[in-house]
T-cell receptor
Framework: GDSVTQMEGPVTLSEEAFLTINCTYT??????LFWYVQYPGEGLQLLLKATKADDKGSNKGFEATYRKETTSFHLEKGSVQVSDSAVYFC????????????FGAGTRLFVKA | GAVVSQHPSWVICKSGTSVKIECRSLDFQATTMFWYRQFPKQSLMLMATSNEGSKATYEQGVEKDKFLINHASLTLSTLTVTSAHPEDSSFYIC??????????FGPGTRLTVL
């Protein structure tokens, strides 16, 4: 079945450092890919998405490119801030799977001043 | 404004009681509703898929007699945790199954079973 694998955390960075969180997926169809962010004690927020190969999703300085050849959707940000500290989830939704969303395990990011 | 609402947002109950969680799709008609569970510091795990007018389908390892799902209309699905125990304490989140690209999640219901 469909699955998402993302790098284990926690990831600890200093402010203004470059961020990469790796995400790879397996899917039977042609899924849409997502990154979600969850701040402490809060619900999920959609950060960005890409719906087809080579699409780049971007939001709030974060970017991720849908790479079909490597089945990857790595999250990047050029300069992180303390306020970016949160848990990041990579996810996919596959029409062949009935539109259900499958989540990766999540990666906790700590950004220190 | 909110597209999906959940009620209650948090609930504390005694062990052995049943708790009903409502999920309403405010702007869409959803024939399908996905229910997720998130334990502390873990990811969201799909529990079941409710289907309007038919039985819900449950993921492997999820007890259908314990987690009763009813999809009463195109805008309302309910999850009832029956005879709740402390290990059922979790964050329960719903999402209308509208399409792959339309990803609206409910704000979640935090259940604490004493």
């Amino acid at each position: 079945g469909d699955s998402v694998t993302q790098m284990e955390g926690p990831v600890t960075l200093s402010e203004e450092a470059f961020l990469t969180i790796n995400c790879t997926y397996t899917a039977t169809g042609y899924p849409s890919l997502f990154w979600y962010v969850q701040y402490p004690g809060e619900g999920l927020q959609l950060l960005l998405k890409a719906t087809k190969a080579d699409d780049k999703g971007s939001n709030k300085g974060f970017e991720a490119t849908y790479r079909k050849e490597t089945t990857s959707f790595h999250l990047e940000k050029g300069s992180v801030q303390v306020s970016d500290s949160a848990v990041y989830f990579c996810a996919l939704s596959d029409g062949a799977g009935g539109f259900k969303t499958i989540f990766g395990a999540g990666t906790r990011l700590f950004v220190k001043a | 404004g909110a597209v999906v609402s959940q009620h209650p947002s948090w609930v504390i109950c005694k062990s052995g009681t049943s708790v009903k969680i409502e999920c309403r799709s405010l702007d869409f008609q959803a024939t399908t509703m996905f229910w997720y569970r998130q334990f502390p510091k873990q990811s969201l795990m799909l529990m079941a898929t409710s289907n309007e007018g038919s039985k819900a389908t449950y993921e492997q390892g999820v007890e259908k007699d314990k987690f009763l799902i009813n999809h009463a209309s195109l805008t309302l699905s309910t999850l009832t945790v029956t005879s709740a125990h402390p290990e059922d304490s979790s964050f329960y989140i719903c999402r209308p199954g509208i399409s792959t690209d339309t990803q609206y999640f409910g704000p979640g219901t935090r259940l604490t079973v004493l």
